[in-house]
């Protein structure tokens, strides 16, 4: 029972740490967001972010993977003395709402990000499109002119 409650607090730290690591996420997603609706769009800074949130991910799965793990070596034990581990139970109870409910504002966050960007990117590559188009005009209408100058010439070169 000894080991058990040991690893009772090792899954209790690691909830805490998963909240810390979520918060910290959803501080990320939140400069995204800001990024992703600003008129001049960094792409660098949103790279940045993208690094250190993916290490934050890495972090989350790999808790979520020994939490997993632990409970599955605990679960039998800790539902049997449920009275024994009761306060933690209900900590670690607490502390798992409060990660999906990070979770959850994190998925809400991301979907408004990607709306963003989307907008963005569609503005961005708009004014591409319509630059080369300009280009493409701008072309043709110097290279009719061009011929239509060379075409002119011909014909007055030819009525005299």
Same mark, same amino acid.
């Given at each position: 029972?000894?080991?058990?409650?040991?690893?009772?607090?090792?899954?209790?730290? =690691?909830?805490?740490?998963?909240? #810390?690591?979520?918060?910290?996420?959803?501080?990320? &997603?939140?400069?995204?967001?800001?990024?992703?609706?600003?008129?001049?769009?960094?792409?660098?800074?949103?790279?940045?972010?993208?690094?250190? #949130?993916?290490?934050?991910?890495?972090?989350?799965?790999?808790?979520? #993977?020994?939490? &997993?793990?632990?409970?599955?070596?605990?679960? &039998?034990?800790?539902?049997?003395?449920?009275?024994?581990?009761?306060?933690? *139970?209900?900590?670690?109870? =607490?502390?798992?709402?409060?990660?999906?409910? *990070?979770?959850?504002?994190?998925?809400?966050?991301?979907?408004?990000?990607?709306? /963003?960007?989307?907008?963005?990117?569609?503005?961005?590559?708009?004014?591409?499109? $319509?630059?080369? $188009?300009?280009?493409?005009? /701008?072309?043709?209408?110097?290279?009719?002119? =061009?011929?239509?100058?060379?075409?002119? =010439?011909?014909?007055?070169?030819?009525? #005299?």
């Amino acid at each position: 029972m000894n080991q058990t409650a040991t690893y009772v607090n090792i899954m209790q730290e =690691s909830l805490v740490r998963k909240k #810390k690591y979520l918060t910290e996420i959803w501080e990320l &997603t939140k400069e995204q967001e800001m990024i992703a609706r600003d008129k001049r769009f960094d792409e660098e800074a949103f790279g940045s972010l993208i690094d250190k #949130k993916e290490i934050l991910i890495n972090n989350v799965n790999e808790i979520d #993977k020994g939490f &997993t793990s632990l409970y599955d070596k605990v679960r &039998t034990e800790v539902l049997e003395h449920k009275g024994f581990y009761g306060n933690q *139970l209900k900590t670690m109870q =607490s502390l798992i709402k409060e990660c999906v409910d *990070l979770g959850m504002q994190i998925e809400v966050l991301e979907e408004r990000n990607r709306a /963003a960007l989307e907008q963005a990117f569609s503005v961005g590559f708009k004014g591409v499109r $319509q630059a080369k $188009q300009s280009k493409k005009v /701008a072309n043709k209408y110097y290279k009719s002119m =061009s011929n239509g100058m060379v075409n002119d =010439s011909i014909l007055y070169d030819r009525k #005299k």
